[in-house]
């Protein structure tokens, strides 16, 4: 089966979007599942008309299927791929040979099965190779191209094979939690707690990131290589670093669309999902809701469209970069029984307040976990007390007792939890902290998997009244 696949150039000015073929692709579904809020749009606003694509057919045409993936040039996922030019071609009746010169700073891969030439006569076509030699650059073509490439062309070999090959072991490993699109939902997620994650807000728990950063690469090559101790989510760390690779690669490339998806719903689900037209039937006429809604997808949505697509390139770039990471400011305060007890009245201070979650021995079991509260969306309560998270799990505060830190145990670790929070979760950023007393707050943490009686400094040192409650 043939997979086409489009790829940014690095180092070049490239118009439009690139298809490439690759081969692959035998299992999963042939379609990414589109998102409920998707489906609680009126059906010409899922669908589109002849106005202009809805939502599935924006998606589709940007990020195709499991079986047809497509690479939006414009998005930062490494794609795979080698940049080159044609140094020479010679075609007989059956044979047609080519010759390609690396673009500057890129090598040529080991193996290669397609090339697909990006200007020239011939932009656009793709075709297989039956040859490669990977030391000359010389390869011969599976067929003649109706266009001959000349010298100068430029192509790319093996385009989107980081994609490819990180679907694939995505399939494998992952899709039985995650689901095939991403969505957290896989055969074996029903009998997990807490759940597999929904990459499709494009929001992850455990970052180095400032709070108001997406993920970094980094961050999620090291939840693949160690896990998430005291979770069902394993540690990949016997797979090889291009897997790994390949794999966070992959799992950007869920995780834009997904966003894109929500980002794109949101622009029409105010006025067109099925709850806000039934609403709208009260005063106006379906026709012309129709109408509206027709002359939106033609005149401004695709122009939105793209916007939405710049400013997800523009996140998640940034999330790569210096300025997204937290930067202690002071060096780790040196662990001490003074700075233990400065975190634990820190801890308990009614500014932070941390107890009113955790508990004031840490255990889990603050006031907040036996109120209700109400789901922001719905603007219900939920059905069960206790806190919950973005995506509508319970989410109860951590038992800190227990040594156990899900985004890992080092002293920058729980730094970074507590300055820039647990994303998506109701665990706060506490980012305006002076970083001397997180620290002393780390140290408190630490040691309080060791303590007999967690509550004795609290009872020493703090009057009730301090707790905040
Ligand atoms: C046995 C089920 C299971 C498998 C297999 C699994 N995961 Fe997970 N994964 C989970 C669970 C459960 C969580 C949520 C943990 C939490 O919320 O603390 C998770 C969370 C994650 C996160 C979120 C990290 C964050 O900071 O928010 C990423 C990324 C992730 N998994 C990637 C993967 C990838 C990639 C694979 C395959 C190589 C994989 N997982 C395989 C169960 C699984
Ligand atoms: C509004 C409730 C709330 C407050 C206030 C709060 N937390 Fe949390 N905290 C949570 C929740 C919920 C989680 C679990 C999030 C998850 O993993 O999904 C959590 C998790 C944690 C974790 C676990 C990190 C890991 O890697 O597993 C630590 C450590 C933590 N909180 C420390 C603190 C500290 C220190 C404070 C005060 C400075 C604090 N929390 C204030 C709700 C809260």
Redesign the pocket.
């Known amino acids: 089966m043939e997979t086409s696949i489009k790829i940014t150039l690095k180092n070049q000015v490239l118009l439009g979007l690139l298809a490439l073929s690759v081969s692959g692709c035998s299992d999963g579904d042939s379609s990414f599942a589109y998102s409920q809020r998707t489906q609680s749009l009126i059906k010409e606003a899922q669908n589109g008309s002849e106005g202009g694509p809805g939502v599935k057919q924006t998606l589709d045409t940007r990020f195709g299927n499991p079986q047809q993936l497509k690479a939006w040039m414009k998005l930062p996922v490494e794609w795979g791929g080698s940049a080159a030019s044609v140094e020479s071609f010679a075609a007989s009746d059956t044979e047609a040979r080519i010759k390609f010169v690396a673009q500057e700073g890129v090598t040529l891969p080991a193996v290669a099965s397609s090339v697909q030439f990006v200007t020239g006569e011939g932009a656009g076509q793709s075709i297989a190779l039956t040859a490669w030699d990977e030391k000359t650059g010389e390869a011969v073509l599976a067929g003649v191209p109706d266009k001959t490439p000349v010298s100068g062309d430029l192509c790319v070999i093996d385009g989107g094979s980081t994609l490819k090959s990180g679907r694939v072991l995505y399939m494998r490993h992952c899709s039985h939690c995650h689901g095939a699109a991403g969505d957290g939902n896989g055969p074996t997620a029903q009998y997990m707690i ?1 759940k597999p994650r929904d990459y499709r807000h494009g929001v992850f ?2 970052t180095s990131t400032n709070d108001q950063s997406k993920v970094s690469r980094n961050d999620l090559l090291r939840v693949l290589k160690y896990g998430i ?2 979770t069902y989510m394993p540690s990949f760390l016997l797979m090889k670093e291009d897997e790994l690779h390949a794999i966070v690669e992959y799992v950007r490339f869920l995780s834009m669309r997904g966003e894109y998806e929500r980002r794109l719903v949101n622009e029409l689900a105010s006025d067109y999902s099925e709850t806000a037209v039934s609403d709208r039937l009260a005063s106006e006429k379906a026709s012309d809701i129709v109408e509206e809604l027709q002359s939106f997808l033609k005149d401004e949505f695709p122009a939105t469209a793209e916007t939405l697509g710049d400013d997800l390139a523009e996140i998640w770039t940034s999330a790569d970069t210096e300025d997204a990471k937290i930067l202690p400011t002071v060096a780790r305060v040196e662990d001490s029984a003074e700075s233990r007890q400065r975190g634990r009245e ?2 308990l201070s009614k500014t ?7 508990g004031i021995d840490g255990a ?1 079991n ?1 006031p ?1 976990t036996v109120a209700f509260e109400k789901n922001p969306v719905t603007n219900e309560l939920y059905p069960e007390a206790g ?1 919950h ?1 973005v995506w509508d799990n319970p ?4 038992n ?1 007792q227990r040594g ?6 080092r002293p920058i ?2 730094f970074c ?2 300055h820039a ?2 994303k ?5 950023s ?1 980012k305006n ?1 002076p970083h001397e007393d997180i620290w002393h ?1 780390v140290n ?2 630490l040691s309080l998997q060791f303590e007999s009686d967690p509550g004795t400094i609290a009872a020493k040192s703090v009057a009730p009244s301090e707790t905040g409650e």
């Not at 998506?424 to 706060?428: D, F, H, L």
Request: charged share 20%; glycine share 16%.
């Open positions: 807490p728990k455990f101790p005291g820190l801890y932070l307040n941390c107890a009113d979650c955790h889990g603050g907040q806190l998270d989410n109860q505060p951590r800190l156990i830190f899900r985004g890992g145990r670790d729980l939890r507590i929070g647990i998506g979760s109701r665990m706060p506490f902290t707050i408190y943490l």
